[in-house]
């Protein structure tokens, strides 16, 4: 007897014989503390916004401008956010920065794709400041990395990911940006992660004189070619902590 016979639906796929939900929204899981605590989701910038948050709670609300959107929740919980829609171009969302609405930053999914979130064009500042607590998921970007210009100061200050692996794959598919400016300035990866990283970026990423900040994360042996290979022969600009010893 087949394991499958007809046709898949839309929103899943077929993976050794099982259904497996495809990431439909991004999703964030936030936590209060206390009641009347609040978090913000900024829409930051874009043309034409048509995005639906569903604040976790049973509030649900789809929003056509820019601007801070705020919910207030009535009790204390960990609640999954999920956030979908479309911008005709140009769009960038940014988080909530901790406090100041007291809600935190548990953990991120990864971007869904365009049919579920569409416009994307940017993740400048995304989590900035955000003081997310857990590991950087694997894929996080890859389902529009394609169409994202500016990484500028994503992950500024995330001290939360402070010892943590930083994924391998974090900016494949990133060959349109244009800037990875402080993109991890003020954070700490593990040395392995971080070495891991600076050989796939040298593999992975073919633009030339670009300015990337790693942070405090250093590097070891096994990346001083690809760290050389950037700085010398690509002209790009790296702060980090350096060779580790």
């Known amino acids: 007897m087949p394991l499958f016979t007809g046709s898949l639906t839309t929103g899943k796929m077929f ?3 099982l259904f497996k939900n495809q990431v439909t929204s991004w999703n964030l899981t936030v936590v209060a503390t206390a009641p009347s605590q609040s978090y913000s989701v900024n829409l930051i910038s874009g043309n034409t916004p048509v995005i639906k948050i569903n604040w976790g709670d049973g509030s649900e609300y789809n929003y056509t401008s820019l601007g801070v959107k705020t919910h207030v929740y009535t009790s204390a919980g960990e609640y999954e956010v999920k956030i979908s ?3 005709a171009s140009g769009g960038a969302i940014r988080l909530n920065q901790s406090p100041p609405g007291g809600v935190t930053l548990k953990a991120t999914g990864i971007f869904p794709p365009a049919q579920y979130l569409s416009g994307i064009a940017n993740v400048q500042r995304t989590f900035d400041t955000v003081s997310i607590n857990t590991p950087l998921p694997v894929g996080l970007f890859r389902n529009i990395a394609s169409g994202i210009t500016l990484v500028n100061y994503c992950f500024q200050n995330d001290t ?4 943590t692996d930083v994924p391998v794959d974090i ?7 244009t800037a990875f400016t402080g993109v991890f300035q003020g954070v700490t ?4 992660s971080f070495s891991a990283l600076l050989n796939r970026m040298a593999s992975v990423l073919p633009q030339t004189g670009m300015s990337f900040h790693g942070g405090n994360s250093r590097y070891d042996s096994s990346a001083v070619g ?3 290979y950037l700085t010398i022969d690509r002209g790009w600009t790296i702060i980090c902590g350096g060779l580790a010893t």
């Open 85 to 87: 829609g479309s911008y």
């Open 171 to 177: 900016f494949d598919g990133m060959v349109n940006c």
């Open 226 to 228: 690809a760290f050389n």
């Open 189 to 192: 990866f593990t040395t392995a």
């Open 15 to 17: 993976n050794g014989g």
């Open 160 to 163: 939360g990911l402070n010892g």
